[in-house]
């Protein structure tokens, strides 16, 4: 235990700590890749010397991998990427275990600015981000600092976007790792991650049947592949909305309705988004929407069901239950908005698995010890995760489930790579 990190953190009550730890004691205990790497950071040190600043999610499982990072060395300083998200008891029991918090529950605006402006305040030279908060907030606040970060990676989809808008204006002053586009992190974290965990946080949070009722996704990417994929599972009449003529014929290929949201909305009981932008649901498609249908967001940013239209068409909501706000129309209809738009697997629960989020923070892992192996030496702008960091990852999975595959001999590896006919 640290008394001097409790006392540096920003923190709501640290007599919550007992049963964060218990949190993260449960979410380490079903990380075998995870832990797998930390004894190899424990061994080593890879870290040695250097600050990492994280704005994750902060709940159990992110938790869990700071410590990873304490234990290969590093000095851990973290802010929560989303107030809501932010769990208390688990942030105590981080500050407990040697990490440097600044992150509270359901923080104004205000508050969460500050936070992220006392985590850059340490001077870090390592970035792990969720939505690329802290690397907007150093390229346009703090540009004094830019010479000092050796890199970074970005965990989920909508943090890549901005960061290639960056690179694409060159405005990009250190090399990022997409992390969210590695193959073991997008094909298990955004699908089945998602998939489960944010029907999870819908049904925990209204305490209504799915099965029978027609759910509304509105984006078919891998997010919204394991959305659809789960709502059909549930027993929903699953519909796709999408703007992509290919990841519209692919939901098609699936099975899926596909339409327009306009016309989507009339017949949803549920309309959940996974897009990545803004106003996906909006003043339009609540003019048409049915008595009690149910909206959640699955996307970072709490922007893609428009509050302000649903406001002026509305008025301000009344909270019914906790995380749900109801709408009432003029007409008397009434649609429930949960978690305030905000990401519902985290604001109205408790996030993806931990097997899942095994693989995902194993790849963030070893991206930070590659950056910290090639320091200086990388090109400012967004870079895929190495292919290696992928297979390894797979690899410690397999081994962990006791699974084993074959190999290629030496003869079929020659064919692979001639050309000659025989």
């Not at 923080?107 to 305040?121: I, K, S, W």
Request: glycine share 8%; aromatic share 6%; proline share 5%.
């Amino acid at each position: 235990m640290t008394e001097s990190k409790v006392a540096r953190s920003s923190l709501r009550d640290p007599s919550l700590a007992p049963e964060g730890h218990l949190k993260l004691d449960w979410a380490g205990r079903h990380m075998p890749v995870l832990n797998e790497i930390r004894a190899e950071f424990e061994a080593g040190r890879p870290l040695a010397g250097r600050r990492l600043a994280m704005c994750l999610h902060l709940e159990a499982k992110t938790a869990y991998l700071a410590t990873v990072f304490l234990a290969g060395g590093a000095e851990v300083v973290v802010c929560g990427s989303n107030p809501l998200s932010t769990q208390d008891d688990v942030c105590a029991a981080l500050a407990e275990r040697g990490v440097t918090v600044h992150a509270w529950h359901n923080a104004t605006p205000e508050e969460y600015r500050e936070h992220l402006n006392r985590v850059l305040d340490t001077r870090p030279d390592l970035i792990l981000d969720d939505g690329a908060d802290l690397v907007t907030a150093l390229h346009t606040q703090r540009r004094d600092q830019l010479g000092e970060i050796i890199g970074g990676s970005e965990e989920t989809t909508t943090g890549v976007l901005r960061l290639k808008a960056m690179a694409d204006e060159g405005a990009l002053a250190f090399p990022m790792f997409a992390v969210n586009d590695a193959y073991m992190k997008h094909l298990f974290d955004n699908r089945y991650g998602t998939g489960q965990s944010a029907w999870d946080g819908i049904m925990r949070t209204t305490n209504l049947t799915v099965a029978g009722k027609t759910a509304v996704v509105a984006g078919y990417g891998w997010c919204g592949k394991g959305l659809a994929m789960r709502a059909r599972g549930l027993g929903a009449r699953v519909v796709v909305t999408e703007v992509d003529p290919i990841a519209a014929n692919e939901a098609l290929m699936e099975g899926f309705e596909v339409m327009p949201m306009v016309r989507a909305a009339a017949r949803a009981d549920f309309i959940v988004t996974a897009t990545g932008c803004e106003g996906v649901v909006r003043a339009e498609h609540y003019e048409v929407m049915k008595d009690g249908c149910v909206l959640a967001n699955a996307g970072h940013f709490d922007v893609e069901l428009s509050r302000p239209d649903l406001e002026r068409a509305a008025g301000r909501p009344r909270r019914v239950r906790k995380n749900v706000d109801e709408y009432r129309f003029p007409d008397g209809r009434r649609v429930y908005l949960l978690a305030e738009g905000r990401l519902v697997n985290l604001a109205a629960g408790d996030g993806h698995p931990a097997e899942i989020m095994d693989l995902a923070f194993a790849v963030q892992a070893l991206a930070q010890q590659h950056l910290v192996e090639r320091a200086w030496k990388l090109p400012r702008t967004v870079l895929p995760v190495p292919r290696e960091i992928d297979l390894r990852v797979a690899e410690l999975r397999l081994r962990a489930l006791g699974v084993s595959i074959d190999r290629l001999t030496p003869e079929q590896e020659a064919y692979l790579r001639s050309w000659r006919p025989e």
